[in-house]
T-cell receptor, first 115, second 115 residues
């Protein structure tokens, strides 16, 4: 597609439920990133996929968070047993060939609210 | 580990006034530096980037930034702002040629341009 597409744009869930957030990167972009944007906290790195390499999961805040990327394209971020502190905007970005010198293209994000 | 400090969380200015948004970083290696802008209810958009060469970098919408290695700074400037520049601005850094291409972001500066 023309840009990075994320769905849903908004998600309200009850505490304790699992949620799945989807990211469809720009066609041909081999690198895909997930960030979390909380109020007043800036952007927090979560996970990075590059081609067929093992993902960099160093930013995942707990084992309730996981992500996968199927076929080198679409990615799903899963949060299990959601907590209120998980409420944030989850941003996905993709990059050509993984190099930050190309810059990232961000999606519009998924706003997650845990009630 | 890298870190980015944006010294001002909010900057109010009047239309047509000059503005400077400050960014300092820390890193033990050479870096790439970026400024992103997030307009209300939109995703992040790349404003400009410094990879190498001239320390004065020009970006979109009349913005420019200067890389100062001795002061580890990458301040963003615009000589005359417009109402439409109202947005949140994020400074980011990545390792030059590092194994992981993830960007580390500052907490953002909200620029409000008043008439």
């Amino acid at each position: 597609g023309a840009g990075v597409s994320q769905s849903p744009s908004n998600k309200v869930t009850e505490k304790g439920k699992d949620v799945e957030l989807r990211c469809d990167p720009i066609s041909g972009h081999t690198a895909l990133y997930w960030y979390r944007q909380s109020l007043g906290q800036g952007l927090e790195f979560l996970i990075y996929f590059q081609g067929n390499s093992a993902p960099d999961k160093s930013g995942l805040p707990s084992d309730r968070f996981s992500a996968e990327r199927t076929g080198g394209s679409v990615s799903t971020l899963t949060i299990q047993r959601t907590q209120q502190e998980d409420s944030a905007v989850y941003l996905c970005a993709s990059s050509l060939d993984g190099g930050t010198n190309y810059g990232y293209t961000f999606g519009s994000g998924t706003r997650l609210t845990v009630v | 580990a890298q870190s980015v400090t944006q010294l001002d969380s909010q900057v109010p200015v009047f239309e047509e006034a000059p503005v400077e948004l400050r960014c300092n970083y820390s890193s033990s290696v050479s870096v790439y530096l970026f400024w992103y802008v997030q307009y209300p209810n939109q995703g992040l958009q790349l404003l400009l980037k410094y990879l190498s060469g001239s320390t004065l970098v020009k970006g979109i919408n009349g913005f420019e930034a200067e890389f100062n290695k001795s002061q580890t700074s990458f301040h963003l400037r615009k000589p005359s702002v417009h109402i439409s520049d109202t947005a949140e601005y994020f400074c980011a850094v990545s390792d030059e040629g590092g194994g992981s291409e993830k960007l580390v972001f500052g907490k953002g500066t909200k620029l409000t341009v008043n008439p």
